[in-house]
């Protein structure tokens, strides 16, 4: 079956420090992959995706790369700043699988100013 | 565009009672959603799929009876957790999907049950 796998948090960071959540996945069709952000005590927001190898999503300074040959799904951000102290989840969507998400498990992330 | 609602945001009820919780897609019409549950500091755990006008697809493990869905129309679907018990307080979202076709969805904001 599909699985996700990202690294687990917390993670804390100083302000404009080199954010990187590493994400790996295991799916047995071609998936779209995705990255969505948790505020406390709110629903997913989509940061970014990408739908084919080699494609870059992108959005409010975060990007991730499809590669799969590595089956990975990096998360990247060059400086973070508090308002991006949150949970992240990567994700997939497989056809095959009736297009349903599956969630790695989180990293939450915590800058500090 | 693609936004999805959720009411009541929060919810407390007694033991033994049932809370209904409304997912609308405000812009665009959700042939499909999805409803999950989240645990403090845990993912989204799927409970069901839901497409409009036919009965609700249940993951393993979640008691249908218990957990009911309703997907009456192409813009509103419905978890009515039937004689809650405090077990069931948790984060509940729904989400909709279909749009892009690529299997991106978008989320309502939740709702949190709490059960007494």
């Known amino acids: 079956g599909n699985s996700v796998t990202q690294m687990e948090g917390p993670v804390t960071l100083s302000e404009e420090a080199f954010l990187t959540i590493n994400c790996t996945y295991t799916?047995?069709?071609?998936?779209?992959l995705f990255w969505y952000v948790q505020y406390p005590g709110e629903g997913l927001q989509l940061l970014l995706k990408a739908t084919k190898a080699d494609d870059k999503g992108s959005n409010k300074g975060f990007e991730a790369t499809y590669r799969k040959e590595t089956t990975s799904f990096h998360l990247e951000k060059g400086s973070v700043q508090v308002s991006d102290s949150a949970v992240y989840f990567c994700a997939l969507s497989d056809l095959a699988a009736g297009n349903k998400l599956t969630f790695g498990g989180g990293t939450r992330v915590l800058v500090k100013p | 565009g693609a936004v999805v609602s959720q009411h009541p945001s929060w919810v407390i009820c007694k033991s033994g009672t049932s809370v209904k919780i409304e997912c609308r897609s405000l812009?665009?019409?959700?042939?499909?959603m999805f409803w999950y549950r989240q645990f403090p500091k845990q993912s989204l755990m799927l409970m069901a799929t839901?497409?409009?006008?036919?009965?609700?697809?249940?993951e393993q493990g979640v008691e249908k009876d218990k957990f009911l869905i309703n997907h009456a129309s192409l813009t509103l679907s419905t978890l009515t957790v039937t004689s809650a018990h405090p077990e069931d307080s948790s984060f509940y979202i729904c989400s909709a999907g279909g749009l892009a076709g690529n299997g991106e969805q978008f989320f309502g904001p939740g709702t949190r049950l709490t059960v007494l």
């Open positions: 799916a047995t069709g071609y998936p779209s």
């Open positions: 839901s497409n409009e006008g036919s009965k609700a697809t249940y």
């Open positions: 812009d665009f019409q959700a042939t499909t």
